[in-house]
């Protein structure tokens, strides 16, 4: 019976393998696929690959990218045909593409764990930092490969330049009105009245020019804090790079000098601090004494040489922080303005598994500790220790025998694929707990928000009432309490008491409402990532806001739609008139009843009332909402981002590998596409079965598994 049984199946097996033979195309050479695998075995890596041996996913996409010379093809940029292609909303989905029918090509990476990913595809070769001569040797017309010393326009010669400029062009205009006035005992007849257009010559537009150039100094030092972690992490002296991951990127406020980086930027950022004086004093600068029996306008002297003084110093700190920056490496090869503008820099790093950890602490201390390994990361070009290995890439990384994120415990569970997974359970779970974020910056706490709230509303109420109350009307003006008859430099007391300390008080209520703006800014892309239907690139990972100058972070708020960013920077910017009012508001003047009194301009005085007024709403504004910005940890700092955004999907995504500059980005996450729906989407959180205890920034696309919204949020 068996051997009648096995008889009758020979004709089956025969039929089989008939079959299987015809499915073979005739006349295709199996040698090239042959020889790449025996040239992969021998751990080098094919750089003549047939292109027609590539293969495609299903959605289109296409993982060849075009060589470049002194870069491994795998870190190539792609085609423009490609790139068109590569942009599109379903080019970079999270879902594994098909397997392709052959060897893999090049340009296709295969999937490994974190640990043990090398975007060399050489496991066992050592990384090498490329230093500046390395590079030179490497590429010495600068052909091949981006220089690293981009920055700002800000801090460009130019620029630093034009400040320059400016503040010589002010202390030429002091030093000639000393001059001048005391030489002719007066620059000008006194009019008799207070509302004509010299008292705005004399009383409010020296503060006005005095404004130009300290919001000039500051969005210098902005502009530095940015671009100085990035800077000191490109040093090739490791104590330069020492904790420079965990530098502040953003001023934590302008009351006090930061104090931190390079000796040429602490000498600026002092002098920056010391021009916030230069307002107040701008104020007292001119002033009506009596000669010849008559009022004019005159100089104080002691006021104009004070100012001269602290405009040397800023132009003396202006001239070294120039020089700095002119001959300054700063290890990058575009602005890093935004979330988007870091990722790049992770996509073929070796240090992401040290922030693969669901216990990274919210202080920033502790965080600081738990990330030893990563104090001293270096950004630059690496290449293999073995030169045969892979060709050139532009990291953050660490050679390996510094980097030991991949120890036992620091990174965080993980969960099984297994679809059988209850999501309910899942999401109601203690890991998802642990992963809401409960941080918010200082001034948006409760606490602190609500303090400024009142302090400034029962300010503005006692203001109003004084004023108004016919007992104390403004308007009919007060003793002064000083003496207010002008020496012989023209120096009256009064005058400057009345003058200085309200414009100091409107410096500090300025630089108060700031602190707010800022920290608004840093957190409005990360609130967008909040949302659960995920949020366009451009508002969210694209969203630069805490990069921008004043009034243009204003229009780029308005044209994403966030509103209340806009409105609160404007205010911001909007705010530096409340000093300059302030300092020009009252003058001593003799009245009627033959008495010298401290009057006010009711014009400028309306106006700065309208102003408070504002004040106090914007700080209103902040209160409704502020739960959206809660984070598990702060975003100040490289180290702070980088650990939000260390999902692997999200660092390995193609949007993301050999960006060659900010358009290139943009173009590739679909931004400025006519059609909206071509814009990729993004959003903040934990997906389900693959790492569940790590939130982190995610693209959002149809493959993707989120938990449900009241879980994942953290709105």
Known sequence: MFAADNASRMPNIKDEL??????????????PYIQYALHALVGGQSTSFPSHLVSHSS????????????????????????????????????????PPQGPPTPGQLPRRSTASFDPTGASSSRWVPVSKNMQKDLDPHGRTLQPLNSKP????????????ILILLMMAALIFSARYSFAHSGLTPYPGSIYSGQYFLFRIL??????????????????????????????EDPRARYLAPFQRLY???????????????????????????????QSTAFTCIFVHDKWVWATVRPVVWALVGLYGILLLATVILMVYWFVQWTGLTWDIRSIGDLLPLL???????????????????????????????????????????GGIWYTIGAPPDQDSGSAPGSMGKRVSNDPSIDVKEAALGNSMENARGKYLPLPLRNGPLLASIAVTFLLLAALIVVSFLPQTRLEDGFLPGL????????????????????????????????????????????????????????????????????????????????????????????FIFIPVLGGGLLMALTGPNRTVRMYPSMPVFGVLLAFLVLYVGGLCLMVPGRRQFLLPRPVTSVAGIISLCSAEELIQDAAFRSVRGRRDLENRLGVGRDDSRDESSWFFGIVLGRDRQLASIRRMNNFTEKLPTSSRSMA
């Open 59 to 98: 959605d289109g996409y296409s993982d060849r990218y075009e060589p470049m010379r002194g870069f491994d093809e795998s870190a190539a940029y792609t085609s423009p045909v490609q790139q068109d292609r590569l942009t599109r909303d379903d080019d970079y989905e999270d879902a594994q593409p098909p």
């Open 18 to 31: 008939a079959l299987a033979a015809g499915r073979v195309t005739p006349g295709v050479d199996d040698t």
């Open 251 to 281: 001023p934590s406020s302008f009351l006090l000098p930061q104090l931190t980086g390079p000796w040429q930027f602490k000498i600026f950022d002092v002098a920056t601090w010391l021009a916030i004086f230069t307002i107040p004093l």
């Open 347 to 389: 996509n073929r790093s070796n240090i992401m598994s040290s922030y693969r950890r669901s216990d990274l602490a919210e202080d920033a201390k502790v965080f600081k500790s738990q990330l030893r390994e990563r104090w001293f990361d270096r950004l630059g070009y690496w290449k293999a220790e073995d030169a045969t290995a």
């Open 483 to 574: 003496n207010a008859r002008p020496d012989r430099n023209a120096f009256s007391p009064a005058n400057f008491v009345f003058s200085f300390v309200p414009a100091m008080a409107g410096m500090v209520l300025f630089l108060h409402f700031q602190v707010f703006d800022q920290s608004l800014r840093i957190l409005q892309p990360w609130a967008d990532l909040h949302d659960v239907n995920g949020s366009p690139a451009s508002r969210s990972l694209l969203a630069d806001y805490a990069a921008c100058l004043p009034l243009q972070v204003t229009w780029r708020a308005l044209r994403n739609g966030h509103w209340r960013v806009a409105v609160i920077s404007l205010l911001a910017t909007l």
């Open 153 to 164: 326009w800000i801090l460009r010669v130019v620029s630093m330049t034009l400040l320059a």
């Open 206 to 235: 020296p503060q006005l020019l005095a404004v130009v150039i300290f919001i000039y100094a500051q969005s210098i030092v902005k502009a530095s804090l940015r671009i100085l972690p990035f800077t000191a992490m490109a040093s």
